[in-house]
């Protein structure tokens, strides 16, 4: 084949009049090549390969629905029709006839402004905290001009989550990009999807604080922030090997050093940028952020219960001063300020991950005297329980697994109902509750009722005292005037 380039420098010789014998002779080309270029105009040809057999376009259509989509199978059925057509060349003229999935298009170049972008995501890990496999949310923004990133972990990640790691983030950086990258998550998103998303109002007051806008990508592309998805692929495999997790503290503390000591001097991609020092240009075009910008925080109505504490979030929370008015909680990030009539009586931190049923005071003061009252645990009900045998035992075992339920007050009531039958009956209706997977307790019961029913189960006889004439009570109740109920028995007086 002969380059564009030739082509175009022999056109360029007959054009300034020399023949074509000539330009063969001294392009070494053969003067038939020469002639045919010439009358090509010098221009390359478009060359259409054309399929050696020819297959009616319906045809096509048809078999390719009636194979759902696969090709192989309908190269067979073309070939078990006495069509004979290469693998190849019927791939081409699906494709060229539009019949199959439509190839991806090419996305929308973003140029690499220092101060225009950062983007935001999360991802679900399984990991292990101190020997047990836990499932947390990984939260990470990343800059896309200087490639810094800022990481943190949560046991769940809502709007409020999201709200305290952004500004946990960026108070951190001091600075925010003009436009911050999301999918279309609910936890901005209003309405709407990628150019057409409405963001919620409450995150469009809380991104305008920090000077960025939230923007969110088109469905399906994903790649749109490619730098965030790249992120979380170095944290798994250059943050999670050879790394081991006491708690949620020790993980967030070893996450933030990695991801803002390790990471901002390495270099990173094929430029081998080095974010730290990519950041130091970056900032003059960034949005500053206030260093005193409060933390964004949920409010909680709480009563003061006869202890004086306040319970939030399974601990108590003491409450300076004697009255037991209502109070207002203020929840942030990592403290707690409670509030009465717009006075901050008091500021906690917020109890350690895994902290349960603990009362708190205020540092340098007595402790309360009283002890907020605490529900004991159901050890004794599941103990009483699994003595009944081992059907009850592997029905509390299948029982307690299930999500949702409440283990201390499923137990309670299942001891409840199991003291309003025999034992029998009642090992019988959890050995088939546990056959057909029923944790409902009402279900339960009516399984009993049903062998009551059917005669093969009896409820227990109610014990009777039969010396209960003897009692005292019963001798002065004996003893008693019988009623009058003659006022009962004679007819009312006519109205006059």
């Known amino acids: 084949m002969i380059a564009e380039d030739l082509r175009k420098a022999i056109f360029r010789l007959h054009q300034e009049g020399m023949s074509a014998r000539e330009i063969a002779r001294r392009l070494n080309v053969a003067r ?63 494709r060229a006839l539009g019949i199959g999935p439509v190839k991806e298009k090419r996305h929308e170049r973003r140029p690499d402004e220092p101060g225009l972008e950062m983007q935001h995501d999360t991802s679900v890990y399984h990991i292990q905290l101190g020997g047990h496999r836990t499932r947390l949310v990984a939260s990470l923004i990343y800059l896309r001009y200087s490639k810094r990133r800022y990481l943190r972990f949560y046991r769940a990640f809502n709007r409020f989550r999201m709200k305290t790691f952004f500004h946990e983030a960026l108070v951190y950086w001091g600075y925010a990009a003009l436009h911050c990258i999301i999918d279309n998550t609910n936890l901005a998103r209003l309405s709407g999807t990628g150019r057409l998303a409405v963001i919620a109002p409450e995150m469009a007051a809380f991104s305008k604080q920090y000077g960025f806008e939230y ?94 504490y306040a319970a939030f979030d399974g601990n108590y929370y003491w409450i300076p001063g004697s009255g037991r008015d209502e109070v207002k909680v203020l ?16 500021e906690y931190a917020i109890a350690g991950d895994g902290v349960k049923n603990e009362k708190f005071s205020p540092p340098g003061q007595p402790a309360p005297r009283d002890n907020p009252q605490r529900r004991r645990g159901s050890e004794a009900e599941e103990k009483h329980l699994r003595a009944l045998g081992e059907a009850v035992g592997a029905y509390l075992d299948f029982a307690l697994e299930q999500k949702g339920l409440r283990p201390h007050e499923f137990l309670r009531r299942l001891l409840g109902l199991s003291r309003r039958m025999t034992a029998a009956l009642f090992v019988r209706s959890v050995e088939r509750a546990r056959k057909y997977r029923i944790a409902d307790l009402a279900t339960i019961e009516r399984i009993a009722l049903l062998y009551v029913q059917q005669g093969s189960g009896e409820l227990p006889v109610a014990e009777v005292d039969a010396a209960f004439t003897e009692r005292e009570a019963y001798r ?21």
């Open 215 to 308: 923007h969110c990508h088109e469905l399906g592309h994903s790649d749109r922030k490619a730098g965030e998805e790249r992120s979380f692929f170095t944290v798994e495999t250059n943050f999670f090997p050879g790394r081991s997790f006491q708690s949620l503290a020790d993980l967030n503390a070893q996450a933030r050093e990695w991801a803002t000591v390790r990471l901002e001097s390495r270099p990173q991609g094929k430029a081998r940028l080095i974010p730290a020092k990519a950041f130091e240009h970056e900032r003059a075009y960034l949005q500053p952020v206030t260093a005193h910008l409060p933390g964004p925080y949920l409010i909680h109505a709480r009563d003061t219960d006869q202890y004086g």
């Open 476 to 496: 002065e109740g004996a003893q008693t005037e019988p009623p009058d109920w003659s006022l009962y028995q004679d007819p009312p007086a006519s109205p006059p």
């Open 32 to 94: 038939g090549t020469v002639l045919a270029i010439i009358a090509q105009g010098g221009v390359m040809p478009k060359l259409e390969p054309a399929p050696k057999c020819p297959v009616d376009v319906e045809l096509l259509r048809r078999l390719y629905v009636d194979c759902d989509g696969y090709v192989t199978r309908v190269h067979e059925k073309l070939l078990e029709l006495g069509i004979t057509i290469a693998y190849p060349t019927l791939t081409y003229r699906l």
């Open 331 to 346: 929840e942030y990030a990592e403290t707690l300020k409670i509030y009465r009539h717009r006075e901050c009586l008091a």
